[in-house]
């Protein structure tokens, strides 16, 4: 949302000087007056390319909105009211963004604002599918129950995306340091080598020959190697930016052994604990679909909850619509349709989130084993390629003169 800064006087005849957040200048300058102030003005305050240190600074992290939430639950279920324990959180925070945020939640909620209309104008911290949940808790006159729900399923989302880190982390360095190796030699080494082999008139083998003319094209046309690697780069962003470039993407990687598993458990895993949360909360089953479609990163996925969604509001069942499309793994419908017998989806839902987290988990540990092996296989070839190919002249040269 557009920032504003603002000019506005108290009943004292104190001025007031300082930027909200809002949706347009109207709605700042109500915003000011249920704060008690006249305002004098009101101007949208230009964001230009350089503010990219503020879009870091004001970063919210899903870490730091977790906590809260659990700190907010554990103070409203005490019997506190909601705009001291946002008042109570601010004080808490050390992050300079996230305090202002719920200073402002705290303001508008003592202004009369309902929770989750005060959360909504801030969508870089609060979700779509959090201001749901609030409200459901507000209407159904539990929120504090809703939010203890919230915390425990954000808690198990962060830990799952921890695991996702930590299986990565491994094989990025060791390809990150491999890549830095190559290029100390391709820049420094092998040069050095080139001249020393210039002055002799030794045929040098084919492996060296090859080091050699690839070190040449790095040192003389690195500039150009940069320009199309750029190029590529963009040309791929602008192709997965678009809707059938994206969907083809995503499908792709879902062929990918391993990989596509991987994604397909993590996507289902993200769905099914965000639908059970919820449906558990009385969301309506079409509301639930279309939010919880949002958190599925893969586009297939996403579209084919999008036909369900479509086929449900037609009139259709849940279950049978997400069977006839063929997309998700033949477990998935089965257990909605038993959910749906049962009067038990949101149960059901949380059953199949703990399952796919399981399994998305133990292919993480897998993934971890069947790379180390592969990238020790492709280390060795190109420490034994690199070693004959400087090792060899020296060999034939030490040859000659003996």
């Known amino acids: 949302m557009p920032l504003f800064t603002y000019v506005a006087r108290d009943l004292d005849g104190t001025d007031h000087r300082g930027t909200i957040e809002t949706v347009d200048g109207s709605r700042a300058a109500a915003i000011l007056s249920k704060r008690g102030l006249t305002v004098i003005s009101v101007k949208q305050k230009n964001e230009t390319g350089g503010n990219l240190l503020s879009s870091i600074t004001k970063r919210v992290s899903f870490t730091d909105v977790v906590i809260a939430t659990r700190q907010l639950s554990t103070m409203i279920e ?10 109570v959180l601010a004080e808490q925070q050390s992050n300079p963004e996230f305090k202002r945020v719920l200073q402002e939640v705290s303001r508008d909620v003592k202004g009369g604002l309902d929770l989750a209309s005060a959360m909504k104008k801030h ?10 949940l609030v409200k459901a808790g507000e209407e159904g006159g539990n929120l504090d129950v809703v939010l203890t729900q919230m915390a425990s399923s954000m808690e198990k989302d962060r830990e799952f995306r921890s695991k996702v880190k930590s299986a990565l982390i491994y094989p990025i360095i060791v390809v990150a340091m491999m890549f830095i190796v190559m290029g100390v030699m391709m820049f ?4 050095r080598l080139t001249s020393l082999y210039s002055q002799s008139s030794l045929e040098l083998p ?9 070190s040449d ?9 940069l320009i199309i690697g750029g190029g ?10 678009t809707t059938s470039g994206k969907e083809k993407f995503d499908r792709l990687l879902l062929k990918i052994p391993v990989v596509g598993i991987i994604i397909t458990e993590t996507s289902l895993t993200n769905f099914t604990r965000t639908f059970g949360l919820l449906t558990s909360a009385g969301i309506p089953l079409l509301e639930a679909l279309t939010i919880s479609g949002d958190v599925v990163g893969n586009s297939v996925f996403k579209n084919a909850l999008q036909q369900t969604l479509k086929g449900v509001e037609r009139g259709l069942s849940f279950s049978a619509q997400l069977e006839t499309l063929g997309v998700f ?26 399952y796919y987290e399981t399994e998305s988990d ?12 592969f990238i020790l296989m492709i280390l060795g070839i190109s420490v034994a390629f690199l070693v004959l190919s400087i090792i060899l002249p020296i060999y034939n040269l030490t040859t000659n003169i003996s």
């Open 206 to 214: 084919l492996p060296t020959k090859i080091l050699i003319g690839v």
């Open 78 to 87: 005490s019997g506190l009211v909601v705009s001291d324990s946002f008042d």
């Open 188 to 191: 420094f080494v092998v040069p």
């Open 217 to 225: 094209a790095l040192l003389n046309y690195w500039w150009l190697m």
């Open 362 to 373: 133990h292919m993480l540990k897998n993934l971890t084993v069947i790379i180390e092996p």
């Open 123 to 132: 969508p870089h911290v609060f979700s779509n599918m959090y201001c749901s």
């Open 232 to 241: 590529v780069v963009f040309a791929f962003k602008k192709w997965i930016s």
């Open 329 to 354: 793994p033949r477990l998935l419908p089965q257990m909605f349709k038993v959910g749906e017998e049962t009067g038990k989806v949101d149960k059901v839902s949380f059953k199949l989130a703990e």
